[in-house]
């Protein structure tokens, strides 16, 4: 019988075991897994599926044993396929198949030479966080929630602050989180010292000339299906910060807002570059769902909104429950 109702895993066998002891990163584009700090490729098995929400890249193994930093990357969501077991006793971060773009998705702040607006923050369970209007003009709403896709779907990025005096360029809004699926017929164990993050980038500072700062992109997607789930670390979809708005000055640039956490605290908005900016928004986490809109007033640029959280779902028996955040809810 199929260990998920994604795809048949009756049909991929079983790979060998794969060990990750050396920070690394898997890209989902290429199928290739590197080791950082010598750029040496390690084979792994992976295959292609299509599900009802897109392609979805597959590794196929063993035993999936996590023993230093793992990033995963690429345009496609990713699914571990262990036919034996999971150990995570060190960090997952999660970009593959985050969305570049969504339907209601945040609006860009708007532009003015005398105080540009922020970037709305992303959404995705959680609405995101409107960005603060700069001294004369609107910032951009933030992004809709929405309901769980029915299959691995990344969240949604923020959007960019608005343009400022000679034509500079606002904030970035933030990456989003991506989707990871971790499936095994047996025992995912996430220790004390693992855990598996995909939240959203904080917004990026505006550079200067009363710019916008970009919104927080939004939480991702992370799905757990085995007989027993025994997390005694993190499993953590949070929002992004709102970037700071910048002030009058060429030079005088916000600060970024932070990542989302790997914890339940909200990730802090840009502040403390410049007097004059807006601060960012903090982004949603724990049971703070929604991106926040930044609380003071500027008359420069304005800070962008904070990014909402993703999804987090699990399939069998929780053993030990360290931190979700959001919670944890029933897949599918």
Same mark, same amino acid.
């Given at each position: &019988? $199929?260990?998920?109702?994604?795809?048949?895993?009756?049909?991929?066998?079983?790979?060998?075991?794969?060990?990750?002891? !050396?920070? =690394? $990163?898997?890209? =989902?584009?290429?199928?290739?897994?590197?080791?950082?700090?010598?750029?040496?490729?390690?084979?792994?098995?992976? &295959?292609?599926?299509? $599900?009802?929400? *897109?392609?979805?890249?597959?590794?196929?193994?063993?035993?999936?044993?996590?023993?230093?930093?793992?990033?995963?990357? /690429?345009?496609?969501?990713?699914?571990?396929?262990?036919?034996?077991?999971?150990?995570?006793?060190?960090?997952?971060?999660?970009?593959?198949?985050?969305?570049?773009?969504?339907?209601?998705?945040?609006?860009?702040?708007?532009?003015?030479?005398?105080?540009? /607006?922020?970037? #709305? #923050?992303?959404?995705?369970?959680? =609405?995101?966080?409107?960005?603060?209007?700069?001294?004369?003009?609107? #910032?951009?709403? /933030?992004?809709?929630?929405?309901?769980?896709?029915? +299959?691995?779907?990344?969240?949604?990025?923020?959007?960019?602050? +608005?343009?400022?005096?000679?034509?500079?360029?606002?904030?970035?809004?933030?990456?989003?989180?991506?989707?990871?699926?971790?499936?095994?017929?047996?025992?995912?164990?996430?220790? =004390?010292?693992?855990?598996?993050?995909?939240?959203?980038?904080?917004?990026?500072?505006?550079?200067?000339?009363?710019?916008? *700062?970009? *919104?927080?992109? #939004?939480?991702? &997607?992370?799905?757990?299906?085995?007989?027993?789930?025994?997390?005694?670390?993190?499993? @953590?979809?949070?929002?992004?910060?709102?970037?700071?708005?910048? %002030?009058?000055?060429?030079?005088?640039?916000?600060?970024?807002?932070?990542?989302?956490?790997?914890?339940?605290?909200?990730? !802090?908005?840009?502040?403390?570059?410049?007097?004059?900016?807006?601060?960012? %928004?903090?982004?949603?986490?724990? @049971?703070?769902?929604?991106?926040?809109?930044?609380?003071?007033?500027?008359?420069? /640029? %304005?800070?962008?909104?904070? *990014?909402?959280?993703?999804?987090?779902?699990? !399939?069998?028996?929780?053993?030990?429950?360290?931190?979700?955040?959001?919670?944890? $809810?029933?897949?599918?």
């Amino acid at each position: &019988m $199929t260990a998920t109702e994604q795809f048949d895993t009756c049909q991929l066998g079983s790979g060998g075991d794969l060990t990750i002891d !050396k920070k =690394s $990163t898997y890209d =989902s584009d290429t199928g290739t897994l590197t080791v950082n700090s010598s750029a040496t490729v390690v084979p792994v098995d992976h &295959m292609v599926v299509t $599900t009802a929400t *897109g392609p979805l890249d597959v590794i196929v193994t063993g035993m999936f044993d996590v023993e230093a930093s793992l990033t995963v990357t /690429g345009a496609m969501p990713v699914a571990i396929f262990a036919a034996t077991g999971v150990t995570i006793g060190d960090q997952i971060a999660v970009i593959a198949g985050a969305q570049t773009s969504c339907a209601d998705g945040p609006i860009n702040g708007s532009a003015s030479s005398s105080g540009a /607006g922020g970037g #709305g #923050g992303g959404a995705y369970q959680g =609405s995101g966080g409107p960005g603060l209007a700069g001294g004369s003009a609107p #910032g951009g709403n /933030g992004g809709s929630n929405m309901s769980r896709p029915a +299959g691995l779907v990344g969240g949604c990025p923020g959007a960019t602050g +608005g343009i400022g005096g000679g034509g500079t360029l606002g904030g970035i809004g933030g990456v989003a989180g991506g989707a990871l699926l971790i499936v095994t017929p047996h025992t995912i164990a996430i220790t =004390s010292t693992g855990g598996i993050n995909a939240g959203g980038n904080g917004g990026s500072g505006a550079p200067g000339s009363q710019a916008g *700062g970009g *919104g927080g992109g #939004g939480g991702g &997607m992370i799905v757990l299906e085995a007989a027993t789930i025994s997390n005694m670390g993190f499993v @953590t979809a949070n929002g992004g910060g709102g970037g700071e708005g910048a %002030g009058t000055a060429t030079t005088d640039s916000g600060n970024d807002g932070a990542p989302g956490t790997n914890d339940t605290t909200q990730a !802090k908005g840009g502040g403390g570059g410049t007097s004059e900016g807006g601060n960012g %928004g903090s982004g949603g986490a724990g @049971t703070m769902l929604a991106g926040a809109a930044p609380t003071d007033t500027t008359s420069s /640029g %304005g800070g962008g909104g904070g *990014g909402g959280v993703g999804f987090i779902g699990f !399939k069998g028996t929780l053993t030990a429950a360290g931190t979700f955040s959001p919670a944890a $809810t029933a897949w599918p």
